[in-house]
């Protein structure tokens, strides 16, 4: 699955499963779109994967499955309803998604 996301395909999205409560690795959609241009929207693939330090401290190691791919309107909906159900892009690496 993971070399079809790198290759382009968005079938695997089709079986993804959204995040487990407390799980360490799972796999983010980053959905970036604007109003103002109909035309596209991009989606990233990524896999995240949570560690702590032995003080109890949190990090976020984030590997691209994809780039940011670009798609057709018309997939908007469906891969929304995806993108819903994954864990949204960090707050504090986001590069400004919509």
Not at 30 to 44: A, D, E, G, I, M
Request: a negative charge; charged letters at 25%; one cysteine or more.
């Amino acid at each position: 699955q993971i070399a079809a996301l790198k290759a382009g395909d968005l079938m695997p999205l089709v079986e993804a499963k959204p995040k487990q409560e407390g799980a360490d690795l799972y796999t983010r959609l980053v959905l970036k779109h604007s109003p103002r241009c109909p035309l596209f929207f991009t989606l990233r693939v990524q896999t995240v994967t949570h560690t702590w330090d032995s003080k109890g401290n949190s990090s976020e190691k984030i590997e691209a499955l994809t780039r940011d791919l670009i798609l057709p309107p018309e997939m908007f909906d469906l891969i929304e309803k995806f993108a819903a159900e994954m864990p949204a892009e960090n707050p504090a690496s986001s590069s400004g998604s919509a």
